[in-house]
């Protein structure tokens, strides 16, 4: 089968594992390389040599024309070069989030509407076989209804140059709980404050309110002295924590609960709360990385497959969920309504 002619712009942090995906799939062929800094362009060219490198991205998309663009650069500038992309006749996959604002990232999904290509949103965490697990012991029923999520994720730095830490650390639990419940966010509040120079947040708290009654809580800061990645999904059943840190034991599920028994149905005052303590367990999971198992995903939807998890609606629902966090934000913590035309 014919391979898939691939390009990477953008050789920071994410870059070079795109590339590295790329030339150890069968499903591609990594063609071009592309970053304005040549000290990065040099150090991940050198691992691939037969593939061209480029400062720009007009000479790499008229010199090479990728089937396919992977772009890994600041979010400010994802819209300018997803459309340079698509307008091109190449596929994009893009990082995460998927654009600046929401009326950016609707006219990416509206450009590749119009030109006929695919347009992929890198939401990682929903391909890892910890968060597959997690929506399969949601869709199983065997937490029974959630009572709520709650997610820690914080570190010290690194601070981005042009998003606050909203934006760059909740796209990864909202797309996780999204594709976990499949449900939407209805409303956001959000609180945090800045204690840098920039005046940006660095210290946020959000919760979210889905369609179906469940309510999400989110902590994320850059200024931790310890890195905390661990999300708690409560359900009536039993309750599964998801600790991305753990080397080998990344769920475990608690067969722990409570129940509640109303005695007097018409005032409700007389409730007799049974706690359930029972076994913990933790179900065996695989260790294929994730950014590979999306990247066979893509290559089948660019062959005619399904449409892989996180496609170009998903990041624009992430995209609608941080804009009206950030105004919520700026509005001391107002409760908004997330808006779809």
Not at 44 to 52: R, S
Not at 156 to 176: E, K, M
Not at 220 to 234: A, C, E, H, N, T
Not at 326 to 333: D, H, I, T
């Amino acid at each position: 089968m014919k391979r898939i002619t691939a390009a990477v712009v953008g050789l920071g942090y994410w870059g070079p594992n795109l590339a590295r995906n790329f030339q150890v799939s069968d499903d591609y062929r990594l063609v071009g390389l592309c970053d304005p800094i040549p000290a990065r362009l040099a150090k991940v060219g050198e691992n691939y040599p037969w593939a061209k490198r480029f400062s720009s991205v007009p000479e790499l998309l008229e010199s090479e024309q990728p089937d396919l663009v992977a772009i890994a650069t600041p979010v400010a500038s994802h819209h300018g070069l997803a459309k340079l992309a698509l307008e091109a006749g190449s596929h994009v996959l893009c990082e995460k989030p998927l654009a600046a604002t929401v009326a950016e990232a609707t006219d990416l999904l509206q450009t590749a509407a119009r030109m006929q290509r695919h347009l992929f949103v890198d939401h990682t965490f929903t391909y890892t076989s910890a968060v597959r697990k997690l929506r399969e012991l949601f869709n199983s029923h065997r937490l029974g209804d959630l009572f709520y999520v709650d997610s820690v994720r914080i570190n010290l730095g690194l601070f981005q140059p042009d998003i606050d830490v909203i934006w760059d650390l909740a796209p990864h639990d909202v797309s996780i709980v999204d594709y976990v419940v499949g449900c939407r966010v209805r409303h956001v509040s959000a609180v945090g404050s800045s204690h840098n120079p920039r005046g940006i947040a660095d210290v946020a708290y959000l919760s979210l309110e889905y369609d179906n009654g469940l309510m999400a809580h989110l902590h994320l800061s850059w200024l931790s002295p310890v890195k905390v990645r661990r999300m708690i999904f409560s359900g009536t059943s039993s309750s599964a924590i998801y600790d991305d840190l753990e080397p080998s034991e990344k769920i475990k599920v608690y067969d722990h609960g409570v129940d509640f028994e109303v005695s007097d149905l018409e005032t409700r005052q007389q409730v007799l709360v049974n706690y359930r303590r029972g076994d913990m367990h933790a179900p065996a999971l695989d260790n294929k990385e994730a950014l590979a198992v999306q990247m066979r995903e893509v290559a089948a939807a660019l062959r005619g497959g399904p449409v892989p998890t996180a496609a170009a609606e998903d990041g624009l629902e992430v995209v609608r969920v941080l804009d009206v966090a950030s105004r919520s934000l700026a509005a001391g913590g107002t409760r908004l309504e997330v808006q779809r035309s």
